[in-house]
Each structure stands twice: as structure tokens, then as C-alpha cells.
């Protein structure tokens, strides 16, 4: 979740998201979510949220509606983001720049088996973009130009990488933040399996700026 001044915008919303989220926020306080594709890692909790967005708004807690920003290039998955009156999806096209609460929003389709966007949010004072799922991509690079932070997934290890298609290794990583000129890089969507210490020591390598293993919970503030 990135937060500016009040406004709070969720980017992806996958399983265990929902819960982990409350222990930051009440749901009523979130202003809107950001999706960048339609795998269930990454969206599998949006059913969850719209349904507690309703019992919040039968409570009286909330009165607007959501706007959950996504790719309309998968109809029947962007359909599912309006849901009665407590969310509603907005198309978000790759190559796209719109305003986001503090933000504006800019973004480009990755390298990944179904349509996926990285996203970049720029505010008055910082930039950060997220790769979302992707393999090695160029665009993904030119969307990244001089951001301050890359939130960057890092699937696997690299002598893992021909195994898992469409996503980075931590090396790749570390070589995407160095050619993006990036000041720091958050490693994200660790896999299950090995010691994720070594991503971070694979990016490192690649990498002359700061490094960080995302961790649940764990908040970063960025100084503009
Ligand atoms: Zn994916």
C-alpha cells in the first residue's frame, strides 16, 4: 500500500492481503487499488475486500465507491471489479498516464504470459515504480527511469531462472534497478522455496544502490 498525504492506494490485492492490510488501516480507509494483472497472487483477495467494503457501507462506514484501476484487455476479469455500489473497476491501458489520488500513474505492459502492467506513481516529491510480474523487459527499464525506489519482483534464484518463464531473477533484479538509475530497490514476490537472503545478495551484485527484502508489515519512508 502506498500512502501520501492521507490518500491510501493499494497496488495488487492477492491472497492474504486483505488480512495483512488491517493491521495497518480499517478498510474503510482505503481510496483506491491498483491492479496489475489478473493472476490469483495478485487478485485473489479483491473478492474478499469488495464483500467487506459492503458490510462497512451496510455499517455506514463507507459511502464512496472504490475505484479499482486494472487492464480491460481481460474482459470478464475487469467486469468483476464493479460489485454492486462499493467498488468499480476503471480501465488503466498500458502506455496510459492518469491521476491516482497524489499520484500520477504511468505504465507499460511487461514480459508475462497474460497481460500485466508495471506501474510507476509519481507524486509532487518521489517516484516508484513496480514491475509487477515480468521477465527481462526494456520498456519495463524506460518506465523505471529515475525513480527513486523499484519495487521489483524477484521469483527466483538466478541459476533458477529458464525454470520460471515471465518473471526476474534477484540478479536481474538488481541489473533492471541499475539500468532504471534507480536509488533503492525493494525485492517483492520472494518464492516459497531457498533462502531468500541470496536474492538480495544476487541484486546487490548488480546493483550499486540500496537493496531490501520486502517484508510483511514492513513500512519504507521515501523523502522526495
Ligand atoms: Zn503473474
Known amino acids: 500500500m502506498l500512502e501520501e498525504k492521507g490518500f491510501r492506494c493499494l497496488f495488487d490485492c492477492g491472497s ?11 478498510l474503510h480507509e482505503l481510496d483506491a487499488v491498483v491492479v496489475s ?4 497472487d495478485h487478485v485473489a483477495d479483491i473478492g474478499c475486500l469488495q464483500h467487506a467494503l459492503l458490510i462497512d457501507s451496510h455499517l ?18 475487469f467486469s468483476r471489479l464493479d460489485y454492486q455500489k462499493v467498488s468499480k473497476g476503471i480501465p488503466l491501458e498500458a502506455e496510459q498516464s492518469l491521476t491516482v489520488g497524489r499520484w500520477v500513474v504511468k505504465t507499460t505492459k511487461t514480459v508475462h504470459p497474460v497481460d500485466c502492467l508495471a506501474v510507476r506513481f509519481d507524486s509532487e516529491k518521489y517516484s516508484i515504480t513496480f514491475t509487477a510480474d515480468t521477465a527481462w523487459s526494456e520498456d519495463v527499464v524506460r518506465l523505471a527511469q529515475g525513480s527513486d525506489t523499484l519495487v521489483s519482483e524477484a521469483s527466483t534464484y538466478d541459476h533458477m531462472i529458464e525454470k520460471i518463464p515471465g518473471h526476474l531473477s ?26 531468500v537472503a541470496d536474492l538480495k545478495k544476487e541484486a546487490a551484485l548488480a546493483f550499486r544502490g540500496q537493496v531490501r ?6 513500512e519504507i519512508t521515501i523523502e522526495g
Open 16 to 26: 492474504g492481503v486483505l488480512s495483512a492490510l488491517q493491521h495497518k488501516i480499517s
Open 37 to 40: 494483472h489478473y493472476h490469483p
Open 60 to 77: 455506514g462506514k463507507r459511502t464512496a465507491t472504490l475505484p479499482i484501476y486494472a487492464h480491460p484487455y481481460d474482459k470478464e476479469q
Open 170 to 195: 534477484g540478479k536481474q533484479a538488481g541489473e533492471l534497478a541499475e539500468a532504471a538509475g534507480v536509488n533503492q530497490l525493494v525485492l517483492t514476490h520472494l518464492p516459497q522455496y531457498g533462502d
Open 213 to 218: 527484502l520486502a517484508r510483511a508489515f514492513s
